[in-house]
């Protein structure tokens, strides 16, 4: 079973960007890290703060989903649910992954000015602000889908007939 198996890829409003990206601004700041990231489960971009230059966001997000999902298995073979939490180890950067909730990640990337126990701390804090972001946009999805109405649900063959009958 997939991680993000029968969830829907987020649909991210202009409000609820700004409020991410001021959320992850800070733990950048505050972290001291290189950049940070945060995406959905499916491993798509929702928003990144810092120096991101040089790095492939596409193939880092995806493997950083394929990362969580992974490992989420790794846990359920020893009775876990999920390990919520991974932190990668480089010479020059290192790389702390969280799942928070059960649709987004935020990664922080960070070098040798960066603590590990800074940015955890900073994740931490943040995660739950996220976590809130992402229950209005659930909420406004909901509400999206049960407001659209697809035109073409309504259209009948007599509508075609007509439309292209000379």
């Known amino acids: 079973m997939s ?3 029968g969830i829907p890829q ?3 409003y202009e409000e609820e960007h700004r409020e991410v990206s001021r959320i992850l601004a800070r733990v950048h700041a505050e ?3 290189r950049a940070v990231l945060l995406l959905d489960v499916n491993g798509q971009l929702i928003a990144e703060w810092g120096n991101t230059a040089g790095l ?3 193939a880092f997000c995806s493997l950083a989903a394929s990362n969580i999902a992974a490992t989420a298995t790794m846990a359920r073979l020893l009775g876990d649910n999920d390990f919520t939490i991974l932190f990668h180890q480089g010479k020059e950067d290192s790389i702390h992954i969280s ?3 059960d649709r987004v990640i935020l990664a922080v990337i960070f070098g040798k000015e960066a603590s590990l126990g800074m940015v955890r701390l900073r994740v931490r804090r943040a995660a739950q602000e996220i976590e809130g972001v992402v229950e209005r ?3 406004r999805m909901s509400l999206q889908d049960r407001l659209d109405v697809d035109p073409l649900c309504e259209i009948t063959e007599q509508d075609i007939d007509e439309l292209f009958s000379f």
């Open 3 to 5: 991680l993000n198996e």
């Open 10 to 12: 987020l649909i991210v």
């Open 31 to 33: 972290s001291r890290g």
């Open 56 to 58: 492939d966001v596409t």
């Open 99 to 101: 799942l928070i909730g």
């Open 137 to 139: 946009i659930i909420q």
